[in-house]
């Protein structure tokens, strides 16, 4: 006899739910931001500087430029490249609407090339296909903290088409020993509270081409080529709108954050290794509940764990595991609707289902099990033990 599941008056695997992704704030993160608060620069000021050159640092990138949000990295980085009206710009169908809605803000239209079945990542295959002469850019995105194929992806483009990566799930990632960072023309981080490190909002834009951070430094500001401090520093007051820009910059606060929380990064990436490790152990022989494929080994920086339900195997397939894991008290979440079957898109640029079949039939199946830094390995076992009770209870 299976046990009795929580949503059928069982009893719930936890007392609290686990969260699908949280942040860990400690003393010295909090002393960071108030150090700030009793400084003269709140917004544009030594700790923004600080800060870039960690994020560069940490990805071996040559520059970093720090803005508000992830989104706000794509859209800049995006601009960089000269993104605007008539262009196209080849993003994943499966992945979080703003990659495509940076290039929607650009005026451009974006194009969905449909993902590979086992990783959810960019196909080659499929970007190849929908190369035109209006394509400017494509933004592969690295799924779950798995770097794309680059090399294929660039071959798939070819020479005239910028790639910009939406690492937002990627910081620390590698491949081929080389560090997500390094591996586009521009690469985009978000410091949201559920990603590897937080700013509570933040995002920034790694390159090694010193033109393109400048644009993107540029855009942060409105369009004016100097900041409010350079000015300062040189003693003038003259500036210069050279195009249209936004107010896309990071606090010093957040900076400071940022700075503090960077100095953990790799203990944290072991620790979501370790608990990779441990889910890969107890799923390996699941019918119902498959892993993503891992190409990259410890290569991978495990932002999310997902897996896909198979409804054949699992009685209401992926519906019911989620609200049975919820009732548990397991903070399952799914990742992602595909960006086409969401009604803005489907109003604005007549995108109808049919148009990526691996990645719809991947948004019916995705669930996301908890991952983050801060997790027990009593919390992993509960999320397996959850797992396994509702496979037996809807086998
Ligand atoms: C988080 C995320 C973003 C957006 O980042 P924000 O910092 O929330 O603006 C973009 N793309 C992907 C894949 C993300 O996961």
């Known amino acids: 006899m299976a046990e009795r599941l929580a949503l059928d008056g069982g009893r719930p695997v936890r007392a609290t739910m686990l969260p699908y992704g949280r942040q ?9 931001v108030a150090a700030v608060l ?8 030594p700790h923004v500087v600080e800060f870039e050159r960690r994020v560069a640092e940490a990805v071996g990138a040559p520059h970093a430029v720090a803005v508000s949000s ?42 969905l090339a449909d993902v590979e079945p086992d990783t959810l990542l960019l196909d080659p295959a499929a970007v190849a296909r929908l190369v035109t002469p209006r394509t400017k850019a494509v933004v592969p995105v690295d799924f779950a903290g798995q770097a794309c194929d680059y090399e294929a992806l660039r ?15 990627a910081l620390g990632a590698r491949r081929g020993g080389r560090p997500v960072g390094t591996l586009a023309d521009l690469t985009c981080f978000s410091f949201h509270p559920v990603k590897h490190v937080t700013t509570g909002e933040g995002g920034a834009v790694t390159t090694a081409d010193d033109a393109l951070q400048r644009r993107v430094r540029r855009f942060r500001n409105h369009g004016i080529a100097t ?26 606060l957040q900076a400071a954050l940022g700075t503090s929380q960077l100095r953990r990064l790799p203990q944290w990436l072991e620790r ?3 608990i990779a490790k441990r889910y890969d152990r107890a799923f390996a022989a699941s019918e119902a509940f498959r892993p993503l494929a891992n190409r990259t080994g410890d290569g991978h920086a495990h ?17 019911a595991a989620y609200r049975a894991l919820r009732a548990e008290n397991i903070g399952v979440n799914v990742h992602y609707k595909p960006v086409h079957l969401h009604s803005f898109y489907q109003r604005a640029f007549g995108m109808k289902p049919g148009l990526a079949p691996v990645a719809e039939r991947a948004g019916e199946r995705v669930l ?14 509960d999320v397996v033990g959850a797992v396994e009770k509702v496979e037996a209870a809807l086998a």
């Open 24 to 32: 860990t704030i400690d003393q010295q993160d909090v002393d960071a």
């Open 38 to 45: 009793r400084g003269d620069w709140l917004t544009t000021g």
């Open 70 to 111: 992830g989104t706000a990295a794509l859209h800049a980085a995006l601009e960089a490249v000269g993104v605007g009206p008539g262009d196209e710009v080849i993003v994943p169908a499966l992945t979080f609407v703003a990659t495509a809605n940076a290039a929607v803000f650009l005026g451009a239209t974006p194009v």
């Open 155 to 169: 071959d798939a483009v070819g020479p005239g088409v910028a790639i910009v990566g939406d690492a937002c799930h």
């Open 227 to 252: 900041d409010h401090r350079q000015r300062t520093l040189a003693g003038t007051w003259e500036y210069d709108m050279e195009a249209l820009g936004f107010n896309l910059r990071l606090t010093d």
């Open 272 to 274: 979501r290794r370790a």
């Open 303 to 319: 932002h999310l764990y997902v897996v896909q339900v198979d409804p054949a195997r699992l009685r209401g397939g992926r519906e």
């Open 368 to 381: 996301s099990l908890p991952m983050f830094h801060g997790m027990t390995d009593a919390d992993a076992e």
